[in-house]
């Protein structure tokens, strides 16, 4: 079965700053990752999808994220964070041929002036 | 172009009543999927269709939980009788098909037991 792993339950950074956020998954081939923006009293957004092919993989709103098969990671990142960044962020991990996802648990991104 | 659409967005009830919550999808995506958010167990993934059929309905949480899909347009998640441990989000998200198509969600319905 799949699994995912987000290791920061929160992180706070400056505007302007630079954002990396984690996310390790498990499963056994090839997977299907996801990163998912949620807003207060909203649904979760697509950011990004990963498939296959290249590994870095850019997204709406100026994010990006890598899949590193050697690590087990896809983690998301953004040079220069806006303070309508805030929200949480979950990564998510598919397996072929079965469209059920497994989300992570989140990460709350805060944002200070 | 109208995403998935959920109604009510807020529901108020005491234990015991009858809750529906409604799902209409995205014209043309084969799979509805219904999630339940809490703070404690985050996001979980109830029961999911592919062309109005129930597929994997292994995260229902008890028979008091139940879901129809009677047609391509519609979907229904009921609670009968309702708990204060059902208060929670539920979300309806739907994606196409031609393999792990990325799922899209509506904004939820906030659901609170008395």
């Known amino acids: 079965a799949q699994s995912v792993t987000q290791p920061d339950i929160h992180i706070t950074v400056s505007e302007g700053a630079s954002l990396e956020l984690r996310c390790n998954y498990s499963?056994?081939?090839?997977?299907?990752l996801f990163w998912y923006v949620q807003s207060p009293g909203q649904g979760l957004q697509l950011l990004l999808k990963y498939f296959s092919g290249d590994t870095l993989v850019q997204g709406i709103k100026g994010f990006e994220a890598e899949f590193k098969r050697s690590q087990s990671s896809f983690n998301l990142r953004k040079p220069s964070v806006h303070w309508s960044d805030a929200a949480e962020y979950f990564c998510a991990v598919g397996a072929q041929g079965n469209e059920k996802l497994t989300f992570g648990t989140g990460t709350r991104l805060t944002i200070i002036p | 172009d109208a995403g998935v659409i959920q109604s009510p967005r807020h529901e108020v009830t005491e234990m015991g009543q009858e809750v529906t919550l409604r799902c209409k999808p995205i014209s043309g995506h084969d799979y509805l999927f219904w999630y339940r958010q809490t703070m404690m167990r985050g996001l979980e993934l109830l029961i999911y269709?592919?062309?109005?059929?129930?597929?994997?309905d292994s995260g229902m949480p008890e028979d008091r939980f139940s879901a129809k899909m009677p047609n391509a347009s519609f979907s229904t998640l009921k609670i009968q009788p309702s708990e204060p441990r059902d208060s929670a989000v539920y979300f309806c998200?739907?994606?196409?098909?031609?393999?792990?198509?990325?799922?899209?969600f509506g904004d939820g319905t906030r659901l609170s037991i008395l």
């Open positions: 269709f592919n062309n109005n059929v129930p597929i994997d």
């Open positions: 499963y056994g081939a090839t997977p299907y």
């Open positions: 998200a739907t994606g196409g098909s031609g393999g792990n198509q990325p799922q899209h």
